[in-house]
């Protein structure tokens, strides 16, 4: 596997349900990153990640649960979500440096279409 | 991250050239300019990035203007593959910031390439 990679790709689920999506990073890149993309919408932001650490939860509601076990692989914990959440969740990473202004290429997964019912 | 305007889309023909604007009159001297490009189905990749001079790489060229408040993403010879949304973003280089790693997508443009 090379790249950003995500799984599932197509997801269907109830209000009621309990899912996960997944991320994995083979770039070796220290910095991950959650975003949702919804129909007629541009792409938002959801949490960041570097070296680990949560720097960033940009309001999101607490039925998105993140978790970064290691700086490979990126997990979106789901829980009783709404039809309003029905979109395109996208995860990337990037290779971060403090004090490195010049290179922050994000590398961005194919996305798993979600569909709330 | 400041703000970018870009046209909501553009058409071209396969094999000429395209021009895409975008406009970032409140530019600051630490913002690159980022340009990301969506085909269908597919997760967003980068493209070019710059500071003040043009930029060329094996994708595109990317054109600053001197005063640095408008740029413009130069495909040299548009192709079937190239029909995508293409985002404008500015990227603050300080690394202290909340902006640190973070981009801001817009609404982008959308390419048509004509065969």
């Known amino acids: 596997e090379t790249g950003v990679t995500q799984t599932p790709r197509h997801l269907v689920m109830g209000m009621t349900n309990k899912k996960s999506l997944k991320c994995e990073q083979h770039l070796g890149h220290n910095a991950m990153y959650w975003y949702k993309q919804s129909a007629k919408k541009p792409l938002e932001l959801m949490f960041v990640y570097n070296f680990k650490e949560q720097t960033e939860n940009n309001s999101v509601p607490s039925r998105f649960s993140p978790e970064c076990p290691n700086s490979s692989h990126l997990f979106l914990h789901l829980h009783t979500l709404q039809p309003e959440d029905s979109a395109l969740y996208l995860c990337?990473?990037?290779?971060?440096?403090?004090?490195?202004?010049?290179?922050?290429?994000?590398?961005f997964g194919p996305g798993t279409r979600l569909t709330v019912t | 991250d400041a703000k970018t305007t870009q046209p909501n889309s553009m058409e071209s023909n396969e094999e000429e050239p395209v021009h895409l604007p975008c406009n970032h009159s409140?530019?600051?001297?630490?913002?690159?300019i980022h340009w990301y490009r969506q085909l269908p189905s597919q997760g967003p990749e980068y493209v070019i990035h710059?500071?003040?001079s043009n930029v060329n790489n094996r994708m595109a060229s990317l054109a600053i203007a001197e005063d640095r408040k408008s740029s413009t993403l130069i495909l040299h010879r548009a192709t079937l593959r190239d029909a995508a949304v293409y985002y404008c973003i500015l990227r603050d280089v300080d690394a202290g910031g909340t902006s640190y790693g973070k981009l801001t997508f817009g609404q982008g443009t959308i390419l048509t390439v004509h065969p």
């Open positions: 990337a990473s990037s290779q971060e440096s403090l004090g490195q202004v010049d290179t922050y290429e994000q590398y």
């Open positions: 409140t530019i600051s001297g630490t913002d690159y």
């Open positions: 710059g500071l003040t």
